[in-house]
């Protein structure tokens, strides 16, 4: 235990050292740290919700419209189906949790029953739990001609995790993108979706840009009938009648169009979109996959001449003519567009669209001074932990006190210089792991120095006293501070937000502890003692 080799003595100096620069940033204010080299470490600790301030929105998926949704998509199906076996039929849509319809000659049920049926999908078996299977619909008859199509139990379920999932990955997907720093997006129970994002002066940008749907289409734009007529009520069949995404002072929309309802491309086909600028003016560049773009280039060889409508949740956004075939899967979305504007819809259109729509349930904005109270308010408890750990080791232990003391702050350091490198996020939980950790940090080395004592007090030289305490405490050391790092594990698991800060702090700074303790404490206290050579140890 007294012995180093010349590469341990290099690698536990080198540790120190590392640390020792990836702590440094945080001394510095960040425009000042994005000026160095780019091999001079720069990370900082990033400071979360309760630090800095920032937003605190909380919400809801509507669920529901999932299965609304996939009943008007089955009320198609069916009619397609139904039309092509020339089963006549009357009353078709959804009535509550059912599509219905009504047969015209009872004599074709079993038919177009059979037809219905053909539009089952098998439903995926939970590798988990073993639930699942089956089709996703059941078709019930109504009297000697009526029909009601229903979701399964199963498919219900399903579909409604399935849309809180997807949605907590595309609410995660448009908040990266914006930029943000270390953003938190949490589940919480069976509908609702958590977003805090630290240092976020606009809350309400964060609100538009989640809740938007972005479910975007390219559809022809119907000339046979204006606008006005329209209004009118006369919209021809297969059409329909469409706002402007742009408004006037008032908030009524500036103008209106007449599209059809065929869908020529879906916004599914979309791999990119990217802000750009054309003629001065910011637009969105947009490119299909091999599918999307293939059917653009036809649609759009088919249709020279013809006005299209961009259509971005309900409204159209853009409505230019048809110039030329687009073959190359390629175009630009122009409007009356600011540079926020086109980034906002780049990035709307990069992530997807929404399965469900959000409802706000709680909006909050946390003030950067309350963060600021409360860094000064850790500050201060970390300060008086450390002054008082240090205070205690000298007056206790005398010089190896004093390298116990030193230990401590190399401890402090390589803490921070961990959480730089980690890119983690610091909370008010955090701090306090922090202030538990110093007071830990001294643990092993009170084992240690009380177990030298008790050798001293046997008579051994101190060469065997520092031997025989190191060797005989390293393995309560061990002990103690595993099961300690096992629960930081199991906090971090199985919690949440502030509670998993707290963990990571705890975790990393149990890890620093007994590296300190254990490799840099015996270190410098060995080399004291092979150069002092003491008859007794001051201790």
């Known amino acids: 235990m007294l012995y180093f080799d010349k590469w341990k003595i290099i690698l536990v100096t080198l540790v120190c050292v590392i640390g020792v ?27 979360g919700l309760d630090l800095q301030g920032g937003a605190h929105l909380l919400f809801q998926v509507d669920v529901d419209a999932v299965v609304k949704e996939r009943l008007e998509n089955l009320v198609d199906g069916i009619r397609v189906e139904l039309r092509g076996e020339r089963i006549g039929y009357r009353g078709l849509g959804v009535e509550g949790d059912a599509a219905t319809l009504t047969l015209r000659d009872p004599a074709q049920r079993e038919q177009a029953i059979a037809e219905i049926q053909s539009l089952a999908t098998p439903l995926a078996i939970n590798p ?41 990955e595309i609410v995660r997907n448009r908040i990266d993108q914006l930029g943000t720093r270390e953003p938190s997006i949490q589940r919480q129970g069976d509908d609702r979706i958590l977003v805090q994002v630290p240092g976020e002066n606009d809350p309400q940008r964060i609100i538009e840009i989640v809740k938007t749907a972005a479910k975007m289409t390219f559809k022809l734009v119907d000339v046979t009938t204006s606008p006005a007529d329209a209004l009118r009520g006369r919209v021809p069949a297969g059409s329909e009648l469409l706002p402007s995404s742009e408004t006037l002072s008032d908030g009524t929309p500036s103008e209106y169009f007449v599209v059809r309802k065929r869908v020529m491309v879906s916004g599914e086909n979309l791999v990119d979109a990217q802000p750009s ?110 002054l008082a750990v240090m205070v205690f080791m000298g007056l206790a232990y005398g010089i190896f006190g004093l390298v116990a003391n030193l230990a401590l702050i190399i401890n402090v350091f390589v803490i921070f210089g961990g959480l730089s490198a980690l890119q983690a996020t610091l909370t008010l939980p955090g701090i306090a792991g922090i202030v538990l950790t110093i007071g830990m940090a001294v643990d092993a080395n009170v084992l240690v120095f009380e177990r030298i004592r008790e050798e001293i007090n046997t008579g051994k030289t101190p060469f065997a006293a520092m031997e ?19 629960a930081a594990v199991i906090l971090f698991t199985m919690g949440s937000g502030p509670v998993k800060g707290f963990a990571v702090t705890l975790g990393i700074g149990i890890l620093t502890s007994v590296f300190t303790a254990v490799m840099v404490t015996r270190m410098v206290l060995v080399s004291w003692l092979r150069r002092s050579r003491p008859v007794a140890l001051p201790i």
Not at 21 to 31: C, E, H, I, K
Not at 140 to 167: C, M, P
């Open 128 to 168: 988990l739990t073993g639930v699942g299977g089956g089709s996703d619909i059941e078709v019930l008859t109504r009297g000697e001609n009526g029909i009601a199509v229903i979701l399964t139990e199963d498919a219900i379920a399903q579909a409604k995790q399935s849309a809180v999932e997807q949605s907590v």
């Open 21 to 47: 620069l990836f702590s440094v940033p945080n001394f510095f204010d960040r425009q000042t740290t994005q000026a160095w080299p780019g091999w001079v470490p720069n990370q900082q600790v990033n400071l």
């Open 277 to 386: 600028f054309q003629e001065g003016q910011p637009v969105v560049s947009f490119r299909f996959d091999t599918a999307g773009a293939k059917r653009f280039g036809d649609a759009t060889r088919q249709n020279v001449g013809r006005p299209f409508a961009i259509v971005l949740d309900e409204k159209v956004i853009s409505a230019p003519v048809i110039r030329e075939p687009i073959l190359g899967g390629s175009g630009v979305i122009s409007g009356s567009f600011t540079v926020q504007g086109v980034n906002d819809l780049a990035t709307l259109l990069r992530a997807g669209a929404l399965p469900a729509p959000l409802s706000v349930l709680e909006q909050r904005a946390v003030g950067p001074s309350l963060g600021a109270d409360s860094i000064a308010a850790g500050q201060i408890a970390c300060i008086i932990a450390f």
């Open 468 to 486: 025989a305490g190191y060797q005989r405490a390293i393995g309560t050391i061990l002990d103690a501070n595993v099961t300690t790092f096992i």
